[in-house]
């Protein structure tokens, strides 16, 4: 996989406001935050998206999800949306799976 934007992020060559870090996973804010509280979850293995992921990437993934959510936690919110882009029709922009963690917002259904 090529480098990207997040691996410089956990390598350290670029900056981020890192919220959440293990062996496995880091989280940092978006950039670009679409709600007041907007951070992304991503694995330290260099998966490029969801549907790359194998199963032995099962347990990771759900790793992912524990951290999305105590970090949710520990940014107060109760009430989060989970949003993950598989493939640039999707959304994704950066090739390196990640999970968007959102809220402290109202969100509606369904998503654009
Ligand atoms: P996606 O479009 O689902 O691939 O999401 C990629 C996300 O990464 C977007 O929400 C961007 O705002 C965010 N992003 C891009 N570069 C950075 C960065 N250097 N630090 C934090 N978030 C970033």
Redesign the pocket.
């Known amino acids: 996989m090529s480098e990207t934007?997040f691996s410089k992020?956990i390598k350290r060559e670029?900056p981020?406001s890192i919220l959440y870090e293990d062996d496995l996973a880091l989280a940092?804010?978006?950039?670009?935050p679409?709600a007041p509280v907007?951070f992304?979850v991503i694995p330290k293995k260099p998966i490029v998206k969801l549907s790359e992921a194998t199963i032995e990437d099962q347990a990771l993934l759900g790793h992912l999800l524990l951290v999305a959510s105590k970090v949710a936690a520990q940014e107060g919110l109760t009430d989060f949306r989970l949003?993950?882009?598989n493939g640039v029709a999707a959304?994704?922009?950066?090739f390196h799976l990640?999970i968007?963690v959102l809220g402290d917002r109202t969100f509606t259904w369904p998503p654009g």
């Not at 940092?28 to 670009?32: A, C, G, L, T, Y």
């Not at 959304?91 to 950066?94: K, M």
Request: proline share 0%.
């Open positions: 934007i992020i670029i981020a940092f804010r978006d950039v670009n679409q907007h992304l949003v993950t882009n959304g994704q922009s950066v990640h968007h």
